[in-house]
């Protein structure tokens, strides 16, 4: 079985052992309660998307997991020429491909904020090589969104260099939980959110930039990948990022 055809919830079963059914007949009466498959990876359910409130009993967890943030380049200069139809269009392509490569390698798609999205891996689902599995779903979206965006360039009239993707990795303990009082939305935050967030930042159209730890972690996907330094943005020393 593939892993977008889970029939129970992988993140409850490795983590309480419990078979949560997510599709088909016996799915029915965990639905009736309010248990369905989640929006963040659909192969885990609303428990264990918040596992760490309904069993821990707490805010949040630290964990050790791996970051991704991917951004659609040129978005805010088309959203000035292009009709809201069409902008509205290019976001849920874009987000629709990110989500299948995220979910493909068992990550979950925790936020969409604007022109880009925020993955974590190794929450819900948990796996020892949380690292390798994101550099390989950043490369899924680089070439999912390749071939993607040929037909989008025709339909708009664009050229491919406008409509790139960069993306950034980072690896290392964080904190997930429930933030905030009047809103809360379970996410991630820590140094290793915001280092992904600025690689990001730093990738160029086409480009994915992992942080010394991603790259110590995932080393037989990023055999002679050479670093470089980057001053980013809210850090004092400059940082070295390799390209993947």
Request: glycine content about 8%.
């Amino acid at each position: 079985m593939t892993p977008h055809q889970a029939r129970i919830c992988i993140g409850c079963w490795q983590q309480m052992r419990l078979p949560v059914p997510l599709r088909g007949v016996l799915s029915v009466p965990f639905r009736a309660f309010g248990i369905r498959p989640s929006k963040m990876n659909p192969n885990t359910c609303t428990i264990c998307e918040l596992m760490f409130t309904k069993v821990m009993r707490a805010r949040k967890v630290t964990t050790d997991a791996t970051v991704l943030f991917a951004d659609l380049r040129g978005y805010t200069s088309l959203s000035q020429s292009l009709s809201p139809d069409a902008i509205s269009g290019l976001l849920d392509a874009f987000y629709d491909q990110c989500a299948g490569a995220i979910w493909e390698h068992d990550g979950l798609l925790n936020k969409t904020i604007g022109d880009a999205v925020m993955a974590v891996f190794n929450f819900p689902i948990r796996t020892e090589d949380h690292a390798k599995n994101a550099v390989r779903a950043a490369r899924e979206i680089q070439h999912r969104w390749r071939r993607e965006r040929q037909s989008l360039v025709e339909g708009l009239g664009l050229a491919p260099a406008d409509l790139g993707v960069g993306i950034g990795i980072d690896t290392g303990e964080l904190s997930f939980g429930e933030f905030g009082r009047s809103h809360r939305d379970p996410t991630a935050i820590g140094t290793v959110v915001n280092t992904a967030s600025r690689a990001q930042s730093a990738a160029g159209a086409d480009q994915i930039l992992v942080t010394r730890e991603v790259c110590q972690r995932a080393q037989s996907d990023l055999v002679g990948s050479q670093a470089r330094t980057y001053q980013l943005k809210g850090f004092e020393a400059p940082i070295a990022l390799y390209a993947a």
